[in-house]
């Protein structure tokens, strides 16, 4: 017998991980968060992250396989991270003006396009370089319409937004694990161009929760609008209007290319070097476990001040860059990635719930896409010049200064009173 729309399938490990009736405010009935649209966003969103999972496997794969250059893969990756990062601010005006859900629709259908087509050239031969190249920046400009618009949808899908971003949370570190799990093993049984397939089958999937989903119309659909240019400078202008908000996105710009940036690709030289890439595989999925119980704390913890215990919680970074930099056996980084999975995914939803829950909905759109802009740029500079830098200086050199700078952040995010000082809202 058919299912009907509304009883998508939730694994039952992340269904339970909703706390029953505490009496607290804000808490809310189990059934109040997975109601038909969220069940719905949810399969969307998780859905779509295990197809992310898998692109960068299907890429080395796939290239690798074709006798190319290992600099091809960085290429590709970079082909789809500039598209996302340069278009994503005309994303947020695109999410206001034609409604979000609409956006990541088209969006889907573009990414559906791209993985498509390179799941036929992959499975039939040797596609050329710039066939590559071209259709991974269409996936990052899908990407780029997709992203905005996740911010304002959660809270018109989920009365208890932290609630649904902690779940979000965790289902995004569970499929951050599962994607590449997965491609790697339909690599072997297959090839990159089936893995490619089912990454087009995700965005197929994800497109049609979207377009099941049922909103109320939200005031800023309705909205009188301006030149497509005059909304993005009011969008800044909303920007600038909150201290806290672009506060926390300069501070995080710096943290970004100085501490986030490096720790990936010199965690990824230095395990491997060390230890072994099994291990550093390992490593991996210990992080992705961290990040599940930073999702399991914020769904219990609620606190008064949540930007103010984000920025405690993420000094425990500093442990995952110390026991690096230190060189320190393999328990002790076991160790490190656990900690900094799980305080960063709780920084992530304590941030995720204040922008959403503080920011007009008639704004959300376009400054999300400032804070992933401006985000995505310092990550990809950051990782850029890690390995120049640490080759002029000493890896572990670099680490160590990472973990300092980490601290200071800690310390000015702690140190600002409009950061210090935002209480949660519901």
């Not at 911010?151 to 570190?173: F, G, I």
């Not at 909205?223 to 920007?239: C, Q, S």
């Not at 500093?318 to 799980?342: E, H, I, R, W």
């Not at 390995?387 to 300092?404: D, I, T």
Request: glycine share 12%; charged share 10%; aromatic share 8%.
């Amino acid at each position: 017998m058919e299912k009907p729309a509304d009883s998508v399938c939730i694994p039952e490990a992340i269904r339970d991980l909703e706390p029953p009736p505490t009496g607290m405010k804000g808490a809310g009935r189990t059934g109040e968060l997975w109601n038909r649209n969220f069940r719905l966003f949810f399969a969307a969103r998780t859905v779509a992250l295990f197809g992310d999972g898998m692109i960068p496997v299907a890429l080395t794969a796939g290239l690798l396989g074709a006798g190319r250059p290992a600099s091809s893969v960085g290429f590709a990756l970079a082909a789809w991270m500039g598209p996302l990062a340069f278009f994503v601010l005309f994303g947020g005006v695109l999410a206001d003006r034609f409604t979000p859900r609409r956006m990541m629709i088209i969006a889907d259908v573009l990414r559906l396009f791209g993985a498509a087509v390179l799941a036929v050239t992959f499975a039939t031969g040797n596609p050329p370089l710039w066939a590559v190249y071209a259709l991974s920046s269409v996936a990052g400009v899908g990407a780029a319409l997709f992203q905005p618009g996740v911010a304002s949808t959660v809270p018109r899908v989920a009365s208890d937004v932290q609630r649904a971003n902690a779940v979000l949370r965790v289902a995004e570190a569970l499929m951050t694990m599962a994607g590449p799990a997965f491609a790697g093993a339909l690599v072997g049984l297959a090839s990159a161009g089936a893995v490619y397939a089912a990454n087009a089958a995700t965005f197929a999937v994800s497109g049609a929760c979207l377009f099941l989903l049922r909103l109320a119309p939200a005031p800023s659909d309705e909205a009188e609008r301006g030149t497509f240019v005059a909304e993005l400078v009011d969008g800044w202008r909303e920007f600038r209007a909150r201290s806290w908000l672009w506060g926390v996105i300069a501070i995080w710009t710096v943290y970004g290319f100085t501490v986030l940036g490096p720790m990936l690709p010199l965690t990824a030289v230095l395990v491997t070097e060390g230890h072994g890439s099994g291990t550093y595989g390992v490593m991996m999925a210990v992080n992705g476990a961290g990040s599940v119980l930073g999702g399991l704390l914020a769904l219990r913890l609620r606190p008064r001040h949540p930007l103010a215990a984000g920025a405690v919680a993420l000094s425990g970074v500093a442990l995952n860059l110390l026991v690096l930099g230190f060189d320190l056996p393999v328990l002790a980084l076991g160790a490190g990635q656990f900690v900094s999975g799980a305080v960063f995914a709780f920084w992530l939803v304590m941030w995720s719930t204040t922008v959403q829950t503080h920011v007009p909905p008639e704004a959300l759109n376009r400054l999300h896409a400032y804070d992933v802009a401006g985000s995505l740029l310092m990550l990809a500079a950051g990782r850029a010049l890690a390995g120049p830098v640490a080759e002029a200086v000493g890896a572990q050199e670099v680490l160590l200064a990472g973990a300092v700078i980490n601290m200071l952040a800690v310390a000015v995010l702690l140190g600002a009173r409009p950061i210090r000082r935002l209480e949660r809202i519901g």
